[in-house]
């Protein structure tokens, strides 16, 4: 089929519940770069919404996949263990920002492992309701759905969603009126909107701490704005959790596995997540999530209830296998933290410039998952959006704010980036021209 009728075909057969970008079909996919049929080639700093965070079709990872497939392709852990899915804990436990995260589960989705979580912590504590913050994104599943507050489409048509969820707010200093006259820099603790306190009251006035499971909390808020949390925010959420027993469950689904420029983005703020769940990045593309936690929380489930029929692919898992093994030998921290402050010094230069800091309202993220928001009220970030497509570009925007996320590969190479920030750049300059 030629590329155009391609096209007219996805556009006639796939159901439109699935929002898209393009209407371009990709062909194919090398480090940073995606090839439309059309021939277009993109430079992608999306990562197929931060998944591919080693580049298309890393050498060591589709070696480890192709490897695999030709030995065992499913092995289904109900029947037996299999090498690459323990080989993968094996390469984990390490990694892992607790040393009581020791114990794991793994699925096909980061919904699949958000709801592995809640299951979780229901069993272990035997209650019901979980807390999640406004602005979070969990998941479009039944049960992930109702703890999705990030927009209101995911959930808008669908009711009944899956009761005993409550939600908090997650501290947004950069869109607090009161926090404004401190340039949205002045923390928590002293805002009518005071989030802690927030998360306090909820468990006095709406469910109470002996019925509440878990809190589950983005590290980094992605699909609602790339939001990091201030220092000490973390702190009082794991102590207001212990005084009451409740769990607390670190959804780095997006900010984990070296997006930040660590390991995980909870190791910026030094707390302890009862358990933590992770997925797309860990296999670089091929459907794996996880979810770790201490063993006497996991071992509480009765065997059988817990597991699915693909859950922890072999394929996926030696591709896991091979994304760990490449971010101790490729040193991709380091590149993440360096390529990172290229590419925040390009916001930085936008906000400051006399033709385009009329544009911006904050810059924030960690490593790089990074976002520019513009200032409201304009359309800013789907134009500047629209103009890095013009220039062979891919980015995304994100939550309800006029808000343009940058998440290119954490490997991605100094000249690459130099070509991004470039683009960017003139992408914001044109816009305010
Ligand atoms: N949690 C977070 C933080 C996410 O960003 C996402 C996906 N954007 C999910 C959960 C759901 O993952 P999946 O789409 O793989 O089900």
New binding site residues.
């Given amino acids: 089929m030629a590329a155009q009728n391609l096209s007219a075909f996805g556009t006639r057969h796939v159901a439109k519940g699935i929002g898209r970008l393009l209407p371009s079909v990709i062909s194919s996919g090398q480090g940073s770069h995606l090839t439309m049929t059309s021939g277009r080639k993109y430079l992608d700093f999306t990562c197929g919404?931060g998944v591919t965070n080693l580049g298309h079709c890393h050498p060591s990872v589709t070696r480890a996949a192709q490897a695999q497939i030709g030995k065992l392709v499913h092995g289904q852990v109900n029947i037996a263990f299999q090498e690459p899915y323990l080989q993968l804990i094996e390469q984990m436990i390490p990694l892992m920002p607790d040393p009581s995260l020791d114990t794991f589960f793994f699925w096909n989705?980061?919904?699949e492992a958000?709801e592995a979580a809640v299951k979780v912590a229901r069993h272990a504590t035997k209650r019901q309701n979980v807390v999640v913050m406004q602005g979070s994104?969990?998941?479009r599943t039944m049960g992930?759905m109702a703890m999705t507050r990030s927009k209101t489409v995911y959930g808008e048509g669908y009711a009944p969603l899956m009761p005993g969820v409550f939600s908090v707010a997650f501290p947004y200093c950069a869109q607090c009126s009161v926090a404004k006259g401190s340039g949205g820099k002045f923390g928590f603790g002293n805002c009518c909107m005071d989030p802690v306190l927030q998360l306090e009251l909820l468990l006095k006035r709406e469910t109470a701490p002996s019925d509440t499971a878990a809190v589950v909390i983005?590290t980094v808020l992605?699909?609602g704005g790339y939001v990091p949390p201030p220092p000490g925010y973390l702190q009082k959420v794991r102590e207001i959790c212990d005084k009451h027993g409740i769990l607390l469950i670190l959804?780095e689904?997006?900010c984990g596995y070296g997006r930040t420029g660590k390991m995980f983005a909870v190791e910026h703020y030094g707390v302890r997540p009862d358990i933590l769940v992770m997925?797309k990045g860990i296999a670089n593309g091929f459907p794996l999530?996880a979810i770790a936690s201490r063993k006497e929380l996991m071992d509480m489930q009765k065997p059988g209830s817990m597991g699915g029929t693909y859950a922890g692919n072999a394929v996926a898992c030696a591709a896991g296998v091979a994304v760990a093994k490449a971010f101790k030998e490729e040193k991709i921290l380091d590149n993440v933290n360096a390529r990172g402050k290229e590419l925040k010094a390009t916001l930085e230069a936008a906000a400051a410039d006399p033709k385009t800091k009329h544009m911006v309202y904050d810059i924030r993220g960690l490593g790089l998952m990074l976002a520019i928001e513009f200032q409201p009220g304009h359309g800013y970030a789907s134009k500047v959006q629209a103009k890095c497509l013009e220039k062979d570009m891919l980015v995304l925007t994100t939550s309800i704010y006029d808000t343009l996320r940058l998440i290119p590969p954490l490997n991605i190479s100094k000249e690459d980036m130099a070509e991004g920030c470039r683009i960017i750049k003139e992408a914001i300059d044109e816009v305010a021209a």
Avoid: F, M, P, R
């Fill in positions: 919404i989705s980061g919904s958000v994104y969990h998941g992930t983005e992605g699909e959804d689904v997006q997925a999530s």
